[in-house]
Antibody, heavy 118, light 111 residues
Framework: QLQLQESGPGLVKPSETLSLTCTVS??????????WGWIRQPPGKGLEWIGS???????YYNPSLKSRVTISVDTSKNQFSLKLSSVTAADTAVYYC??????????WGQGTLVTVSS | NFMLTQPHSVSESPGKTVTISCTRS????????VQWYQQRPGSAPTTVIY?????PSGVPDRFSGSIDSSSNSASLTISGLKTEDEADYYC??????????FGGGTKLTVL
């Protein structure tokens, strides 16, 4: 049974960098069948795609966030990570990691709330 | 890039049928697959429809999806509504650069 678990600080100061890791268990992140992605949801609002990565390292980023986002993969640890720089209160959200099969997110982590505040 | 527009909320009675629309602002709705996610409060989204009209295993056949090129929209139809269907529903598609787009979400109330 595939599981994804987000981890990282729940509180980040404005202007700093938000860093999250998604650990994949019960399956290999190196599978050629899947991409891996990050999606976020501000409190009380809708879903926003942040970006996606393939195990080889090729990435796709939301154009509105591209200048601040880096997604990377560590196949040896079966993990992929998100870095979002120069955060503001608008980046406060629940951050989800997900396995992407074709055009859909077929397995999601439980999500982790990151609050941007001093 | 394009946008996906959904009604903010819909409501219907148990046992009835409800349809949630998702209109693409530019480009053809048929160009890229549309997915639908259900999200209950405090939980991660789960797929109820993928590739326009495919149901993942475990999703009841009360859930169906379709696209309409004339209105450039996708639709999620839930028949035989149950109180457990009450949730937020999001449509999602992508562009030619593999950039995902989500609709704003629709709150379904079953009353």
């Amino acid at each position: 049974q595939l599981q994804l678990q987000e981890s990282g600080p729940g509180l980040v100061k404005p202007s700093e960098t938000l860093s999250l890791t998604c650990t994949v268990s019960g399956g290999s992140i190196s599978s050629s069948s899947y991409y891996w992605g990050w999606i976020r949801q501000p409190p009380g609002k809708g879903l926003e795609w942040i970006g996606s990565i393939y195990y080889s390292g090729s990435t796709y980023y939301n154009p509105s966030l591209k200048s601040r986002v880096t997604i990377s993969v560590d196949t040896s640890k079966n993990q992929f990570s998100l870095k979002l720089s120069s955060v503001t209160a608008a980046d406060t959200a629940v951050y989800y990691c997900a396995r992407l099969e074709g055009s859909r997110g077929d397995q999601w982590g439980q999500g982790t709330l990151v609050t941007v505040s001093s | 890039n394009f946008m996906l527009t959904q009604p903010h909320s819909v409501s219907e009675s148990p046992g009835k049928t409800v349809t949630i629309s998702c209109t693409r602002s530019s480009g053809s709705i048929a160009s890229n697959y549309v997915q639908w996610y259900q999200q209950r409060p405090g939980s991660a989204p789960t797929t109820v429809i993928y590739e326009d009209n495919q149901r993942p295993s475990g999703v009841p056949d009360r859930f169906s999806g379709s696209i309409d090129s004339s209105s450039n929209s996708a639709s999620l139809t839930i028949s035989g509504l149950k109180t457990e269907d009450e949730a937020d529903y999001y449509c999602q598609s992508y562009d030619s650069s593999n950039h995902w787009v989500f609709g704003g979400g629709t709150k379904l109330t079953v009353l």
